[in-house]
Structures are given as structure tokens and as C-alpha cells.
């Protein structure tokens, strides 16, 4: 038979039998605050770097249509991926300590597969839109320039793509990855003290 605890009660009883109960709420608490505000941020960078886009769109009159499909593609990506945090502020707003520790800890695993298939498909998906409408856009430029210009361009933007997913990427995802899992495993041994 499977017993349902409430977090909250449990902490309020047992505080003084286990004094960790209360540094595993905080630490569950502030994991969930600051990826909350990390969230925002991110959703909010991105929204303001499509807004740039669109007014850039907007005050240059692009000749080719290339020019024009690369900004859609990027714009695409950014939207893929802002909604992918929206997702994610969404599963976290939902998330609540006074719940039971089964619907607790469900919530933070279902944040935690979220994270992980942003990290997956989720940015692959956008670093191969970003990729093709970079190339697209910078094609109208490039008829302009040396072959000089245009290996640096081109060589420069898809270096610095390359260093952020081979290098930035992995170091974010494994950081993200042991925070929620360090959250999880917190959550999970309280359950267990308490079941013995």
C-alpha cells in the first residue's frame, strides 16, 4: 500500500527527529526560484533579440529573398525555443512544496525531462535553424564582399556556433543536471527517512 505524505506536515512534525528536512525544503525552494529567474531571463533575451530582428527587418531593404528567408529561419528558431522556456516556467510555476511528496516529486521530475529534451533535441532543432539562417542571411552580404570577408563571415559565425556547442552547451547541461538531481536525490532520501 502506498502512503501519501504532505512535505509541509512531515517538516513541521519532524523538525526536531530530522534537522534536515528543512535544509532540503530550502535548497528544493531556492533550485526552484532561481530556475524560475534564469527561465524568464532567457525567455526574455530572446524575445527582445526577435523584436531587434523584426525592426532590422523592417529598416533595411533586403534585395534577395534569401536574406529575408534567413531572418524567418532564425526567427523560427527563437520561437521554438522560447517556447521550449515557457514550458519550462510553466512546469515550475505548477511546482508546490504542499503538496504531496509524490505530486512533488513528479512535478520536479517532469521539469528535469523537460530540461533534458531541451538539451537534446530541443537545442539541436535550433542550432540547425540558427546554422541554415545565418547561412541564408549573410548570403545577399557575402556577393558583396571578398573572399576574404566571406570566409570570415561565415568562418567566424559557425566557429562561434561551434564553441558553444562542443564546449558552453556540455558545461551548462551537466551544471543544470546536477542541480536538479541533487534536488531530486534530497527529496527522495527525506521520503525514505520517513518511511522507515
Known amino acids: 500500500m502506498e502512503t501519501n505524505y504532505n512535505f509541509q506536515d512531515i517538516w513541521k512534525q519532524k523538525e526536531t527527529t530530522t534537522p534536515d528536512s528543512q535544509s532540503i525544503i530550502k535548497k528544493a525552494n531556492s533550485y526552484k526560484r532561481k530556475q524560475l529567474l534564469i527561465d524568464i531571463r532567457m525567455l526574455a ?7 531587434g ?22 526567427l523560427i528558431a527563437i520561437g521554438m525555443y522560447a517556447y521550449l522556456f515557457s514550458q519550462n516556467i510553466n512546469i515550475i510555476r505548477k511546482i508546490n512544496p504542499s503538496t504531496s511528496n509524490q505530486e512533488y516529486l513528479s512535478a520536479i521530475k517532469k521539469l528535469e525531462k523537460q530540461q533534458i529534451y531541451m538539451q537534446t533535441k530541443g537545442i539541436s532543432i535550433y542550432y540547425i535553424l540558427l546554422g ?47 542541480k536538479i538531481s541533487a534536488v531530486i536525490n534530497s527529496l527522495e532520501s527525506l521520503e525514505k527517512g520517513f518511511e522507515e
Open 45 to 51: 533575451c530572446m524575445l527582445a533579440t526577435a523584436i
Open 132 to 178: 541554415l539562417g545565418f547561412a541564408f542571411y549573410f548570403y545577399e552580404f557575402a556577393l558583396l564582399m571578398s573572399s576574404l570577408g566571406i570566409i570570415l563571415s561565415y568562418g567566424l559565425t559557425f566557429f562561434w556556433m561551434a564553441i558553444t556547442w562542443f564546449f558552453i552547451r556540455p558545461k551548462q547541461v551537466k551544471k543544470q543536471k546536477e
Open 53 to 74: 530582428i523584426i525592426v532590422i527587418w523592417n529598416l533595411v531593404d533586403f534585395k534577395l529573398f534569401t536574406t529575408r528567408f534567413g531572418i524567418i529561419l532564425i
